[in-house]
Protein backbone atom coordinates (compact mmCIF):
# COMPACT_ATOMS: atom_id res chain seq x y z
CA UNK A 1 0.00 0.00 0.00
CA UNK A 2 1.20 3.28 -0.89
CA UNK A 3 -0.22 6.52 1.64
CA UNK A 4 -0.38 9.83 -0.20
CA UNK A 5 -1.94 12.63 1.47
CA UNK A 6 -5.35 13.69 1.20
CA UNK A 7 -6.09 17.87 0.17
CA UNK A 8 -8.44 17.83 0.06
CA UNK A 9 -12.20 18.56 2.61
CA UNK A 10 -12.22 16.93 6.00
CA UNK A 11 -12.81 13.29 6.18
CA UNK A 12 -14.82 13.75 8.90
CA UNK A 13 -15.74 16.35 11.18
CA UNK A 14 -18.21 16.67 14.16
CA UNK A 15 -22.18 16.09 14.00
CA UNK A 16 -24.65 18.67 15.37
CA UNK A 17 -27.74 15.98 15.22
CA UNK A 18 -25.60 12.70 17.15
CA UNK A 19 -25.27 13.88 20.67
CA UNK A 20 -22.16 12.08 21.40
CA UNK A 21 -20.27 13.65 18.46
CA UNK A 22 -21.98 17.22 18.78
CA UNK A 23 -18.67 18.86 20.47
CA UNK A 24 -15.50 17.56 18.37
CA UNK A 25 -14.06 14.85 16.60
CA UNK A 26 -10.62 14.22 16.86
CA UNK A 27 -7.90 11.76 16.83
CA UNK A 28 -8.85 8.94 14.73
CA UNK A 29 -7.09 6.06 14.23
CA UNK A 30 -7.62 4.04 11.12
CA UNK A 31 -6.65 -0.02 10.62
CA UNK A 32 -6.91 -1.36 6.95
CA UNK A 33 -8.53 -4.44 7.40
CA UNK A 34 -9.49 -6.85 3.81
CA UNK A 35 -10.32 -4.09 1.84
CA UNK A 36 -11.52 -2.21 4.67
CA UNK A 37 -10.19 1.06 6.09
CA UNK A 38 -11.76 1.20 9.45
CA UNK A 39 -11.23 3.98 11.56
CA UNK A 40 -12.23 4.43 15.28
CA UNK A 41 -12.13 8.48 16.68
CA UNK A 42 -12.75 10.30 19.43
CA UNK A 43 -16.29 11.95 19.79
CA UNK A 44 -17.46 14.64 22.44
CA UNK A 45 -20.72 16.02 23.59
CA UNK A 46 -20.15 19.07 24.15
CA UNK A 47 -16.96 21.50 25.17
CA UNK A 48 -17.80 22.52 28.92
CA UNK A 49 -14.78 20.78 30.55
CA UNK A 50 -15.97 22.95 34.06
CA UNK A 51 -18.93 20.19 34.68
CA UNK A 52 -18.49 16.88 35.99
CA UNK A 53 -20.13 15.23 32.52
CA UNK A 54 -20.51 18.27 30.21
CA UNK A 55 -17.43 17.01 28.39
CA UNK A 56 -17.90 13.38 27.69
CA UNK A 57 -16.06 10.97 24.83
CA UNK A 58 -17.04 8.47 23.18
CA UNK A 59 -15.27 6.28 19.95
CA UNK A 60 -17.39 6.78 16.86
CA UNK A 61 -16.58 4.05 13.94
CA UNK A 62 -16.83 4.91 10.12
CA UNK A 63 -15.62 2.58 7.21
CA UNK A 64 -14.60 3.07 3.95
CA UNK A 65 -13.37 1.16 0.56
CA UNK A 66 -11.12 3.89 -0.63
CA UNK A 67 -9.67 5.33 2.39
CA UNK A 68 -11.17 8.99 1.87
CA UNK A 69 -14.96 8.11 1.80
CA UNK A 70 -15.86 7.21 4.81
CA UNK A 71 -19.57 6.18 6.54
CA UNK A 72 -19.73 6.86 9.99
CA UNK A 73 -22.04 4.74 12.12
CA UNK A 74 -24.72 6.61 14.10
CA UNK A 75 -24.14 5.35 17.54
CA UNK A 76 -20.71 5.33 19.04
CA UNK A 77 -18.85 1.79 18.52
CA UNK A 78 -17.24 2.19 22.03
CA UNK A 79 -19.25 4.33 24.52
CA UNK A 80 -18.76 5.26 28.54
CA UNK A 81 -21.09 2.58 30.92
CA UNK A 82 -18.69 1.36 33.37
CA UNK A 83 -17.99 3.18 36.60
CA UNK A 84 -13.64 3.92 35.60
CA UNK A 85 -15.58 5.93 32.32
CA UNK A 86 -18.17 7.27 34.39
CA UNK A 87 -18.28 11.62 33.42
CA UNK A 88 -15.42 12.00 31.22
CA UNK A 89 -15.60 8.80 29.09
CA UNK A 90 -13.42 6.88 26.35
CA UNK A 91 -11.03 8.38 24.25
CA UNK A 92 -8.35 7.88 21.98
CA UNK A 93 -8.59 4.57 20.53
CA UNK A 94 -6.31 2.40 19.32
CA UNK A 95 -7.16 -1.07 17.09
CA UNK A 96 -4.75 -3.38 16.27
CA UNK A 97 -5.44 -7.33 14.50
CA UNK A 98 -3.67 -10.03 15.99
CA UNK A 99 -4.85 -13.20 13.81
CA UNK A 100 -9.01 -13.22 14.78
CA UNK A 101 -8.99 -10.82 17.51
CA UNK A 102 -9.24 -7.12 17.77
CA UNK A 103 -7.52 -5.74 20.65
CA UNK A 104 -8.74 -1.69 21.13
CA UNK A 105 -7.02 0.38 23.84
CA UNK A 106 -8.39 3.48 24.87
CA UNK A 107 -8.31 6.11 27.30
CA UNK A 108 -10.80 5.59 30.08
CA UNK A 109 -11.36 8.91 31.99
CA UNK A 110 -13.46 9.45 35.12
CA UNK A 111 -14.03 12.66 36.57
CA UNK A 112 -15.62 13.26 40.17
CA UNK A 113 -15.81 16.89 41.73
CA UNK A 114 -13.80 18.17 38.72
CA UNK A 115 -10.98 15.36 39.61
CA UNK A 116 -9.57 13.52 36.53
CA UNK A 117 -8.44 9.99 36.63
CA UNK A 118 -7.38 9.18 33.56
CA UNK A 119 -6.23 5.40 32.51
CA UNK A 120 -5.77 3.04 29.75
CA UNK A 121 -8.74 0.34 29.54
CA UNK A 122 -8.78 -2.46 26.87
CA UNK A 123 -11.79 -3.58 24.64
CA UNK A 124 -11.77 -6.77 22.30
CA UNK A 125 -14.33 -7.84 19.47
CA UNK A 126 -14.08 -10.71 16.98
CA UNK A 127 -16.26 -8.63 14.35
CA UNK A 128 -15.66 -5.30 15.15
CA UNK A 129 -19.17 -4.61 16.09
CA UNK A 130 -19.90 -6.89 19.40
CA UNK A 131 -16.64 -5.59 22.16
CA UNK A 132 -16.31 -7.07 25.34
CA UNK A 133 -14.51 -4.37 27.62
CA UNK A 134 -11.97 -5.76 30.43
CA UNK A 135 -11.62 -2.83 32.46
CA UNK A 136 -8.32 -0.89 33.52
CA UNK A 137 -4.98 -2.47 32.00
CA UNK A 138 -2.43 0.37 32.21
CA UNK A 139 0.25 0.56 34.98
CA UNK A 140 -1.41 0.85 38.30
CA UNK A 141 -1.19 3.90 41.04
CA UNK A 142 -0.36 6.69 37.43
CA UNK A 143 -1.80 8.02 35.04
CA UNK A 144 -1.77 6.35 31.71
CA UNK A 145 -3.39 8.51 28.57
CA UNK A 146 -2.55 6.41 25.82
CA UNK A 147 -1.56 2.99 24.78
CA UNK A 148 -1.20 0.67 21.49
CA UNK A 149 -0.02 -2.65 20.28
CA UNK A 150 2.33 -3.63 17.96
CA UNK A 151 0.61 -6.86 15.70
CA UNK A 152 4.15 -9.05 15.70
CA UNK A 153 5.65 -10.29 18.71
CA UNK A 154 8.98 -8.82 19.68
CA UNK A 155 11.99 -11.46 21.26
CA UNK A 156 8.41 -13.95 21.36
CA UNK A 157 6.12 -11.24 23.42
CA UNK A 158 3.82 -9.18 22.32
CA UNK A 159 4.31 -5.20 22.86
CA UNK A 160 2.30 -2.34 24.03
CA UNK A 161 2.97 1.41 24.40
CA UNK A 162 1.75 3.76 26.58
CA UNK A 163 2.03 7.03 27.74
Known amino acids: MKLKRYRGNLIISKNPHNHWEA ?3 L ?4 LYDN ?3 RMIYRATNDIDTNTDGGYVSSIGYAESRDGIHFTRFPTPLIAPDQPYELNGGCED ?21 GNWSV ?4 ATSKD ?14 T ?8 PEKINGKYTMLYN
Open 23 to 25: GSV
Open 27 to 30: NPNV
Open 35 to 37: GIF
Open 93 to 113: GRVTKIDDTYFLYYTACRVIN
Open 119 to 122: RIAL
Open 128 to 141: FKKWKKHGIVGPQH
Open 143 to 150: KSKAACLF
